[in-house]
């Protein structure tokens, strides 16, 4: 199906997902140290997906821990310098906006409500110099949202839960390890088969809110209890 796919479980240090014009998604794994790395042409979000780490970004060393949200400005040097069964996910933006900070490490903060009693998590974002793009954890309760869109470019995630993809009257598979691009303006909708809440991580651009929808109609979609 255009726009899904399924990551593979392997153990190489670097797995390609998604590649379209405006990001490259990857997975990264490490156990013990890595090389520096050093993009100067793209900004990078990360994303720790397992393990732990300690990590030294723009030459301060940071603590890694599942959760926490990673902002690499370009130029920027990185490198892991010890890991324990480590899993990033990155995102790599292509032609980033000049970035206000060159590095910066986010943990959770507080939700924020979004559409259909979904809620996010933000991360990365201009508030913490990342200029070009909006890092969020998204949490989807069970059930299925109207069909919508947005007016930015977006890669996703899922973290936890099962559920479908929908769009163009197609339906895809949702598990943790699958993966979404949804193209500004791409009418579609998520849905949560389990009993609990599905999570995924979404990075997106212009950066902005993730509650931010449409109906097919244009019109705004509703924040439920705002």
């Known amino acids: ?45 990360l994303y720790v997906l397992e393990g732990s780490a300690v990590a030294t ?42 970035a206000t900070a060159g590095h910066a490490v986010i943990a959770a903060g507080e939700r924020g409500a979004a559409t259909a009693g979904r809620e996010f998590t933000l991360l990365a974002r201009p508030e913490n110099g990342c200029e070009s793009v909006t890092q969020f954890v998204g949490h989807i309760p069970p059930g299925r949202a109207p069909e919508h869109f947005h007016r930015y470019d ?35 909708c998520l849905e949560n088969h389990g009993p609990s809440e599905m999570q995924v991580l979404g990075v997106f651009r212009p950066a902005g809110s993730p509650a931010e929808a449409y109906y097919p109609d244009g019109s705004a979609a509703v924040v439920l209890g705002g």
Request: glycine share 10%; charged share 25%.
């Open 154 to 188: 977006e890669v996703v995630y899922v973290l936890a839960g099962e559920g479908a993809f929908h769009v163009d009257g197609e339906s895809a598979p949702l598990r943790a390890g699958s993966c979404v691009h949804l193209p500004a303006e791409l009418v579609h």
């Open 57 to 98: 970004v723009g030459g301060d060393a940071q603590p890694l821990e599942p959760g926490t949200g990673v902002f690499v400005s370009r130029g920027t040097p990185w490198r892991i310098d010890s890991a324990q069964a480590l899993r990033l996910l990155s995102v790599l933006v292509e032609e980033p906006l000049p």
């Open 1 to 45: 199906m255009q726009y899904w796919i399924q990551a593979e479980e392997t153990d190489d240090p670097v797995l390609p997902l998604i590649t379209c014009p405006e990001f490259e998604q990857r997975l990264l794994r490490f156990e013990g140290g890595g090389e520096e790395r050093r993009d100067d042409g793209r900004d990078e979000v």
